[in-house]
Nanobody, 123 residues
Framework: QVQLVESGGGLVQAGGSLRLSCAASGRIYSINTMGWYRQAPGKQRELVALIVSTGNTNYADSVKGRFTISRDNAENTVFLQMNSLKVEDTAVYYC?????????????????WGKGTLVTVSS
């Protein structure tokens, strides 16, 4: 059984910073991609940032230069450092791990979603 535990959301003023964390636990053999998505009220879920096992990253244009994604492969944890936050960054942020293989079934890969953490940026 694999679990994702997110933390770090909250209320911050515009221009401020927050750091999100997402730790995957369980009988994990390897994880290919780790990323953050967000969904604002009335909008579709969108990709914020993605990092693959090699360290390559991908960012939404709206967050480039302000957000930084990183991962700790030994701890199966992904981080999202969010600086210069804007009101339009307000959303529920979801962690997603892709291509996760467990020690019990290493031939199969599965994707998992976290439950989400709310980030509210006030003006």
């Amino acid at each position: 059984q694999v679990q994702l535990v997110e933390s770090g959301g909250g209320l911050v003023q515009a221009g401020g910073s927050l750091r999100l964390s997402c730790a995957a636990s369980g009988r994990i053999y390897s994880i290919n991609t780790m990323g953050w998505y967000r969904q604002a009220p009335g909008k579709q879920r969108e990709l914020v940032a993605l990092i693959v096992s090699t360290g390559n990253t991908n960012y939404a244009d709206s967050v480039k230069g302000r957000f930084t994604i990183s991962r700790d492969n030994a701890e199966n944890t992904v981080f999202l450092q969010m600086n210069s936050l804007k009101v339009e960054d307000t959303a529920v942020y979801y962690c997603r791990v892709g291509g996760l293989r467990t020690t019990t079934h290493p031939a199969y890969s599965t994707d998992y979603w976290g439950k989400g953490t709310l980030v509210t940026v006030s003006s």
